[in-house]
């Protein structure tokens, strides 16, 4: 073993936000935040209006990273994730994605199997190359102590944004091309699945230590559809990236999936799975009698709120998940109204381990 590569064990060791996937609880649990970077900090606003837009903040290695540095600073989280979005895989497929100020993203919408041809899947190096440079930078910049999350959408999810062409509040485009002409959607999740491990294959070599896979829109579909779109792409992906990094522990996202997570988990096969906030406490500590690290799931709103409710619901959480392999979350991203004090007060009071 050469100096640098003991070096390197060694700082990995360092990273307590690894344990729970080695089989360890940890007592206080470990933390981060979905959106931990983002509008509700003054330094991110900042750095954002020096990148002019949000896809060019994305594409900047240098300021990405930045702001990836930025809660870690302030609150010192276990985990840093990747300054980036879910949307970089369609925008480097070659369907351009472009985010209206308070108006969410907008694309020209592809509906049908003829519309995939427009697709470059062998083209998405150039732009997939400046996220992994934030990864690499990240991993120089980074606290040794600190785990690094690299990430991408699901399959479905991106999906959603690709053939509705921005948000939307019950994925409608999505759902009826999928029961329109299954076989025809099957080729864009077939395309999605490869062109995602690809993104996240990138990551790990560039020094990502864990990925989470956010499946947004999961709790849109019936069961068996859930079944095809969602279950089914993750479980290849999973596969595939076992293959490739098989000591890289991979989190889904399954929001909304409610009484279908423990299925989504068993036949996945990720090593974690984070909650939304409806997931009652008693359904997310069973689900941590499976082998799977579990994650979540502090309403984003009580953030906003804090006060006594926040402190109480915190210790809820702390006390369902005891001696579980929990990591402290919430159970959708910060929202921008967030008072960062209300965050500094919620990380002290997990530390603290008042449970
Ligand atoms: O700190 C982090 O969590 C890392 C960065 C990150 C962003 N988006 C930054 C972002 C991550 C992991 C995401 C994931 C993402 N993006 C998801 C999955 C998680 C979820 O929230 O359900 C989805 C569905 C998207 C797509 C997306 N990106 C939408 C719908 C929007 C517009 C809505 C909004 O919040 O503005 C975005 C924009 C976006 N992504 C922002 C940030 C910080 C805000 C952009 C800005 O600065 O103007």
Redo the contacts with the bound molecule.
């Keep these: 073993m050469t100096g640098t590569g003991s070096l390197a064990i060694e700082a990995v060791r360092k990273r307590r936000f690894l344990a729970p996937f080695n089989g360890d609880s940890l007592s206080p649990p470990s933390i981060w935040l979905?959106?931990?970077?983002?509008?509700y900090l003054p330094e991110y606003r900042a750095t954002?209006g020096e990148a002019g837009s949000?896809l060019n903040?994305c594409y900047n290695p240098a300021l990405a990273a930045e702001v990836t540095l930025q809660p870690i600073r302030r609150y010192g989280f276990d985990a840093a994730?990747?300054?980036?979005?879910?949307?970089i895989v369609p925008d480097a497929l070659g369907q351009p994605v472009s985010?209206e100020?308070g108006e969410?993203?907008r694309l020209a919408p592809i509906t049908d199997v003829a519309g995939l041809a427009t697709l470059k899947a062998d083209q998405t190096g150039e732009k997939y190359g400046l996220i992994w440079e934030t990864v690499a930078r990240l991993r120089q910049d980074l606290p040794d102590e600190t785990a690094l999350i690299g990430?991408c959408?699901a399959p479905w999810?991106v999906a959603t944004?690709m053939v509705g062409g921005r948000?939307s509040p019950d994925q409608a485009a999505a759902r009826a091309w999928a029961y329109r002409d299954p076989e025809g959607f099957q080729r864009l999740i077939d395309i999605l699945v490869d062109v995602s491990v690809d993104y996240l294959d990138g990551q790990v070599k560039a020094g990502a230590d864990v990925l989470q896979i956010?499946d947004?829109w999961a709790g849109s579909l019936p069961d068996n559809e859930l079944a095809r779109w969602v279950i089914d792409p993750t479980r290849a992906m999973v596969e595939k990236l076992k293959a490739l990094h098989p000591g890289v522990p991979i989190i889904g996202f399954p929001?909304g999936a409610g009484a279908s997570t423990a299925e989504f988990v068993t036949a996945t096969g990720v090593d974690g799975v984070s909650c939304d906030t409806a997931m009652p406490l008693c359904a997310m500590r069973e689900l941590g009698e499976l082998d799977v690290v579990v994650q979540g799931n502090l309403d984003p709103l009580l953030l906003v709120a804090g006060g006594d409710a926040l402190d109480q619901r915190i210790d809820e959480i702390l006390a369902a998940m005891k001696g579980r392999r929990h990591i402290f979350n919430l159970g959708?991203?910060i929202v921008p109204e967030t008072p960062p004090e209300n965050v500094a007060r919620l990380v002290e009071r997990v530390r603290k381990g008042s449970a």
């Design positions: 979905m959106r931990q970077a983002g509008r954002r949000f903040l994730i990747l300054f980036a979005d879910i949307l985010f100020a969410g993203p990430f959408g999810t944004y948000g956010f947004s929001r959708h991203g």
